[in-house]
């Protein structure tokens, strides 16, 4: 069997809203002074779905959608790969949840959200190749003190994930910590900024203008928050 037919090892979970069927990036939408502010938050939302989806798919890695909403797993939009709905509970209860069942069927988890358009083949990649080694972990710190992306070859490391402090400028500290592993068994990728508002498109556009393989909906979106950026400076 050649490793293209092998089963896949590492599988890249993202975590989504549905549009129409939640609020959509409402911090976000409250901060541009625009007339259709909302339309334009989903809209960029959206977008930034579309540079996700095409990075982790240049990654070569498999997909699942974790979806927000129990009844729109089978919505169009989440048509192309497999989905799971998101547990109730907190962020961390939901994101425990989601590791669990797909450590069933994979050996490394890795979990984004939908909303990181900067997100990177070659971070995927890297974060894949370090949790070939079990009970490894990697993590994708954000410049608001959250984090992008967690990956692990753990068996079960998401014991103290409900109840955390998230949406902090300690989230990633704290989240770190209530893991507990050695510093060794850590991969950190490189810091990116949160799409979440107005303050962030620069940081935004600037991290999609310096990747060095940017997929066609990468460059499209940058050229669209350039643009906004020019009328909303």
Not at 49 to 61: H, K, P, Q, Y
Not at 64 to 88: I, K
Not at 131 to 157: C, K, M, Q, V
Request: glycine share 6%.
């Amino acid at each position: 069997m050649s490793r293209a037919d092998e089963p896949a090892r590492t599988v890249v979970a993202v975590f989504v809203k549905t549009p129409g069927r939640s609020a959509l990036k409402t911090r976000l939408a409250e901060s541009l002074e625009v007339v259709d502010d909302v339309e334009t938050a989903e809209s960029l939302y959206r977008d930034s779905l579309d540079c996700v989806r095409e990075a982790i798919d240049a990654s070569g890695l498999a997909r699942t959608w974790a979806v927000a909403e129990t009844d729109s797993t089978g919505n169009e939009l989440w048509s192309d790969a497999p989905t799971l709905a998101q547990p109730a509970g907190d962020l961390g209860a939901r994101m425990a949840g989601i590791y669990r069942a797909l450590k069933e069927r994979f050996p490394a988890v890795v979990l984004v959200g939908g909303d990181l358009p900067q997100l990177s083949p070659g971070d995927l990649r890297d974060a894949a190749e370090w949790l070939e080694t079990p009970d490894r972990h990697a993590i994708g710190p954000a410049r608001d003190g959250g984090f992008w992306l967690y990956g692990s070859s753990a068996e079960n490391p998401t014991a103290r994930w409900p109840g955390l402090p998230y949406s902090r400028r300690e989230t990633a500290e704290r989240f770190r910590s209530a893991i507990d592993a050695p510093a060794e068994r850590w991969l950190e990728l490189p810091t990116r900024t949160d799409l979440d508002d107005r303050g962030d498109l620069a940081g935004v556009a600037d991290e999609l203008e310096r990747l060095e393989a940017p997929t066609a909906s990468q460059r499209r979106l940058a050229e669209r928050l350039r643009r906004l950026l020019d009328v909303h400076p």
